[in-house]
């Protein structure tokens, strides 16, 4: 075991997983924020209000909610090649269906669905993460995963802006139709492949050796001692957990906001192309990308988390801010858009790698899923608050304000005397008192 080289094993293991996982989270981050291209065509078309608009968009997180524990606790019990093959095929069914809508009630009803479906998804993944990594290696590894996020939207949002423009009419159907079809036939093309190719945990990888395997395995182990590993319940319980769920709630507020209305955003900043929308909605996101790369390398080496979440998350806010001020000046607003989608991107990530540095067991299933329904709320809160505000104010400025205010928050949450945590000095004892004790 003495002679396996460490970084060499894991960049292995890294290039085996992570590119796989990496385009599933596009497909799935695609067709989850798709709708705030589609509304570009189908707003007028079917005669939706802006309210609509966002409580149909917003909606997707409460299904999200309701069946993301479940769900995440079925990859925990059955094994990741079977728990995500079921969620991709399914959803990329239920995002080709949102076609046939004609009427907000049907908008509202496939939207929660795709939301049911893709529970589990994301938190999944988070989870399987630790099947696989010590703590030190998994910030660098979870910036690599879901940088996806910007990456969905570098790619998707000039294919999309691509296929309104170019498919609109052809064979009786809208431009937004067409492109809520198309992008769904990756997501259940990938779910086919997940049943083939993934591998539950490193001990059951045929692709290493045995030593290779028991190193990785004596890895885990030796991270993991101490960690409270607890049951299902006591992870749901555990005070920090519930803590971790508003700064997400937070950060997620700010990150939703963006991918679904940045195309409107665009657009009254006097772009009027699709294409054109597209292309300049993909620099945010493209330098976003890069800030994920970078804080996640930087925040490894250095062994801490906290002020590598709250200070990117106070420069997304203040980017925000700065975009609704300057929201007459088409230049500076999309640069101030870049620096809030930059700081919201690069706090995310830091943010699972706090999370996963403290709960293992049944826990970690539980307490990682919870984390991600609850905070997930804010992206049904985001979206509508902000369609509401454009109903009443007439303008996107405020709702964006919102965002920031959401990004300041969570900032204030996440250097809170509770989360003194770090990568080398994470807390890990069992709590004294279940469900009331912060130690």
């Known amino acids: 075991m003495h002679n396996i080289d460490a970084d060499a094993l894991y960049a292995r293991v890294t290039w085996r997983l992570v590119p796989f996982w990496f385009c599933c989270y596009i497909c799935a981050y695609l067709d989850r924020v798709n709708v705030g291209f589609a509304k570009l065509q189908m707003q007028d078309q079917l005669a939706f209000s802006e309210t609509v608009y966002g409580f149909g968009a917003g909606v997707f997180f409460l299904g999200y909610f ?8 079925g990859l925990h019990r059955y094994g990741a090649r079977r728990t995500i093959s079921r969620i991709m095929i399914v959803w990329g069914l239920i995002s ?6 004609t009427t907000a009630s049907q908008f509202y009803v496939l939207r929660f669905l795709l939301g049911a479906a893709e529970a589990g998804f994301f938190p999944g993944i988070i989870l399987y ?23 969905a939207t570098v790619i998707g949002a000039p294919w999309s802006g691509y296929l309104l423009q170019t498919f609109d009419g052809h064979l009786g159907w ?3 139709q067409w492109l809520f079809f198309i992008e769904a036939i990756p997501s259940v093309l990938f779910g086919i492949a997940a049943w083939f190719c993934l591998t539950d945990s490193s001990a059951h990888a045929s692709w290493l050796t045995a030593e290779e395997r028991d190193f990785i395995e004596s890895e885990l182990a030796r991270d993991n001692t101490g960690i409270a590993h ?10 920090r957990v519930w803590a971790m769920a508003a700064v997400y709630f937070c950060f997620v507020m700010g990150l939703y906001g963006l991918n679904f209305w940045l195309p409107s955003i665009i657009k009254e ?10 292309l300049i909605s993909a620099i945010p996101f493209g330098v976003g990308c890069i800030a994920m790369l970078a804080v996640g390398h930087f925040a490894d080496v250095r062994g801490e988390r906290r002020w590598f979440i709250a200070a990117p998350a106070m420069l997304g806010g203040a980017g925000l801010l ?12 999309v640069a101030a858009l870049t620096l809030g989608a930059s700081g919201v991107l ?21 307490g990682i899923a919870l984390i991600n329904s609850f905070g997930n709320l804010s992206g049904f809160v985001g979206p509508y608050a902000i369609g509401w505000l454009k109903d009443a104010t007439g303008s996107t400025n405020a709702g964006v304000a919102l965002l920031a205010v959401s990004m300041f928050v969570g900032a204030a949450l996440v250097l809170g005397p509770w989360s003194k945590l770090s990568l080398h000095a994470a807390v890990r004892e069992r709590p004294q008192r279940r469900c009331i004790s912060w130690q």
């Open 346 to 366: 690069a706090a995310i990530p830091q943010t699972w790698a706090l999370i996963t540095a403290f709960i293992g067991g049944g826990a970690a299933a539980s």
């Open 230 to 239: 607890m049951s299902i319940t006591e992870g749901l319980c555990m005070p």
């Open 269 to 278: 900043l006097g772009y009027h192309h699709p294409m054109d929308i597209g």
């Open 129 to 151: 993460l630790t099947y696989w990594f010590p703590s030190a290696r998994r910030g660098r590894v979870t910036a690599l995963f879901v940088t996806a996020v910007p990456v």
């Open 322 to 333: 700065a975009s609704a001020l300057w929201a007459s000046s088409p230049l500076w607003a």
């Open 174 to 176: 809208a431009g937004w």
């Open 66 to 73: 309701l069946f993301e524990i479940p769900s995440n606790l």
């Open 96 to 101: 080709a269906a949102t076609l046939f809508v």
